[in-house]
């Protein structure tokens, strides 16, 4: 069929071809760094933790009482953790992961403190923190029992460090970490011993540290709070928080137990930007492909209403039915194209505006040329409708009037 | 004339009820994505104590390491937050007529009576805080300069707070016991819900404040450890809480009120000077960088308004965009199509000027019905979001201003798409119509 009297047409009703062919551009342009960015969030939220998150509950205790002793409280709590039945294993931490609060280091591979620095986002453990966190030992030992110092005297790095295979590599590369030593700006070092599978740290989308540079110190720190990880059995984890709870407050000691909560408790926290941005973006971009696919529609039936007499006389020149549902089919085609075309530039410009204003990585094409045959099916799709209604038009009846 | 031209419009929708609803829908849901994107917008950006920005500094001095800038991605940014004895020697010395300098703590509640202690979010604040943020009081009020001098144990309740101590009642004179030591309670906020938070933008810039007020020289007769951001350039040892204290690492947040632009730079010039001193004992290693922010600065400086906001806020515009367009076709395909009726009535003697306006009230009965319905798609749309926000349900209540906006919109959206078609028509000629009846 020939392009030319269809084109011809369609710039007769210019007013309509031109409103259609926007609303195709601007929906394309949306769309596609919608669709962009929904699944960078997704594949965000849907990142493995690392640790067992499932069986990880989480508690913070605080000294308040004049008499409160920090290290007996902390023997004692470990104690009476372990000694609940279903719980595999428990730490003290200084931060919960993915929490978006925890602290972080300047470490140097060499002692000259003005080489580059290592950020690296360091935990404060017990020596069961491998089967507490629910991760594994890749190389080197854990830490043994008389290696935690409860209360350091100052913040100088402990003699021990482990590091986490990601951080590893950040700070000595392909060479292997194990037995290497770790500096601080002060000149302390500690010795690498060992190296466990990787986890994500305090916080997500980091570049410095890294989310899964991690170095994990055998220490507690300063001051009256402890925090804890308690790894259940799986499926227990409901039923044994509330009793943690009980136990913890019911142990006395002189300190407030501040709050006990599943791991899940912060990944919803720290997702919740995230998932809510998932949810408008993916209604808007539903929406908007239903408002673009009924104007569509609307276009068509108009162009169908408007040439009854046309279609008629056609038909009883020896179109077949097909031939007028191919006609529209076609315009749709054209013009779907030149919105696309014109879509496709806007796409990359607000791109553009995306990468300037919030350093968002630049739209992969994959994705605008994705959305723009999808705009095209879909044109396909509704325009089929009036065109089957076009094919349908009597040529006996369309033409009597003339 | 306008009661005929209604019901001509009314007639004319209801012939095509598909396509009015059609038109009606789409503008409505237009409306109602940009309403509710920017009642977040509105209440992310907006400046909680407009009253005051004028005469309010947040104050900043570059105390970062000379190797690289506090923020490498605004190299020109000092840090938001001041040493212990910069903000202190500050404090004391710098010509303002109000300043105010504090910190972050957390203490844990003991309400007695059998009920289990609990954790109190604590700002340690000098006394000019109140009056300075425009703080409302239930009962009693804040301490003054002496109980800032002396560290009185004083303490100013929020209303929360208030609520799980004492049952809400006026406590003006009790005794509430924190840490083991005992405060009298001098002061109960009334409800106080600055958002953002913008006095304090480094810990949770949309957290509630905090739960109690305390005189910040507690903080240091008490060593109370800080519960906000702690964040330190230079290589140090720190045993202990006490060496904080002496130590380059940045925790205090700086206010002054500054009344005339006389009495801005007497400030700027005497913090300029103090750090210049600082430098000839070796301290502050960067170039002199002091910055004052009004409140509005101040919010912009922190991004408050999220990304995510922003993008949400221009997508839902480009969604009204494409809807109004799509309504565009549809009056115009509308329009034309009873083109025969209207060159009738052209024939019959209505002006072009007649057969525009009464397009017009047409096209303005669909974005009235718009406006009612994306207002209502609004509020649906806000009580979702709500759900995805929680603890920020203050940032998605729609207020009068943004009604307004709405409606405002609506009607803008119908013009917009109505002008064109209702042009187009009446521009018909009728001979041309008339001739083929």
Sequence with gaps: MEIRPILSALLRNRTGALLVGLQVAITLAVIANAFFIIASRLEKIRRPTGIDTPNLIFAESEGYAPDYEHAATLSSDLALLKGIAGVVAVTSTNSVPLSGGGSANNYHATPDPKAAPIAGNYFEVNADFIDAYGLTLVAGRAFRAEEFTPVPANNDLPPVLILTETMAKTAFGAEPALGKRLYDENGKSGEVIGIVSDMQGSWLGNTRPGPQDLVFHPNGGFGKTWRYVIRVRPGERDRLLPQIEKALNGSGHGRAIIWVRPHEYWLTRTFRADRRMVVFLSTLVILMTAVTALGIIGLATFQVNARRKQIG???????RRADIVRYFQLENGLLGAGGVVIGALLAYAASGWLTNAFQMPPLPPLYVLASALALLALGQLAVLWPARRAGAIDPAVATRTV | MLGYYLRLAWLSLKRTPAITLLMIGAIALGIGATTTTLTVYHRMSTNPIAQRNDVLRAVTLDNWSADRPWDTDHPDNAPAELTYRDALAIAQGAPASRLVVMRKTSLTAEPGAGRPPFLVVVRLATHDFFPMFDVPFAYGAGWDGK?????????????????????????????????????????????????????????????????????????????????????CWKPETLAGLRDLFGSECIWHQLWAELRTPAEVERFQSYIDGYVAEQKKLGRFPRRINNRLYTVDE?????????????????????????????????????????????????????????????????????????GIGGLALGAVGLTALQQLYSSYDRLTQLDLSMTLAAIALAVLAGLLAGLYPAWRICRVQPAGYLKTQ
Excluded: M
């Design chain 2, 147 to 231: 109980a800032d001098r002396d560290g009185e144990p004083v303490a100013v309740l929020s209303k929360e707070t208030n609520g799980k101590l004492f049952g809400g009642e006026n406590s003006v004179g009790k005794i509430v016991r924190l840490d083991g030591r005992e405060y009298r309670v001098i002061g109960v906020l009334a409800d106080w819900q600055p958002t953002p938070k913008f006095y304090d933008l480094n810990n949770g810039e949309y957290d509630t404040p905090e739960d109690l007020f305390l005189p910040f020289a507690l903080g240091a007769t008490l060593e109370l450890q800080p519960a906000g951001n702690v964040n």
């Design chain 1, 313 to 319: 006389t056609r038909r009883a020149l020896g179109a």
């Design chain 2, 298 to 370: 101040w919010l912009a400086r922190h991004e408050v308004v999220g990304r995510d906001s922003r993008v949400l806020l221009v997508v839902s515009f480009a969604f009204l965009a494409v809807c109004v367009l799509n309504v565009v076709g549809l009056l115009l395909s509308r329009f034309l199509g009873a083109a025969g009726a209207t060159a009738i009535r052209r024939a019959l003697g209505a002006s072009r000027g007649e057969i525009f306006r009464q397009h017009l009230v047409e096209v303005g009965l669909v974005g009235a019905l718009a």
